[in-house]
């Protein structure tokens, strides 16, 4: 059975730092991509960033372009957000996904998703 655990949220200043991190177990993504979306109270689901796999390559929405870092560990198979200079908008539930056939945006592509952990940056 696919788990996706999310975990490294937390409080943290306006300026500061997090590094989330998806632990992905019961099956391989080797041939797949993997996200990280957000959702804050209210709001719909969003985008934040994602990387294949196989080859490492990113997309990132550009409301985060340059403060987020999106990667993967093969040794670990987890894939992290290094989160640099937040901002109190950066406040939401951030989700980990993945099974995607290509980079994506769109919540539908990624089958599988973790509980999500809760990041709130204070003005």
């Known amino acids: 059975q696919v788990q996706l655990v999310e975990s490294g949220g937390g409080l943290v200043q306006a300026g500061g730092s997090l590094r989330l991190s998806c632990a992905a177990s019961?099956?391989?993504?080797?041939?797949?991509?993997m996200g990280w979306f957000r959702q804050a109270p209210g709001k719909e689901r969003e985008f934040v960033a994602a990387?294949?796999?196989?080859?490492?390559?990113?997309y990132y929405a550009d409301s985060v372009k340059g403060r987020f870092t999106i990667s993967r560990d093969n040794t670990r198979t987890t894939v992290d957000l290094q989160m640099n200079n937040l901002k109190p908008e950066d406040t939401a539930v951030y989700y980990c996904?993945?099974?995607?056939?290509?980079?994506?945006?769109?919540?539908?592509?990624?089958?599988?998703w973790g509980q999500g952990t809760q990041v709130t940056v204070s003005s």
């Open positions: 990387i294949m796999w196989s080859v490492g390559s990113t």
């Open positions: 996904a993945a099974g995607s056939r290509r980079l994506s945006a769109n919540p539908a592509s990624y089958d599988y």
């Open positions: 019961g099956r391989t993504f080797s041939t797949y991509g």
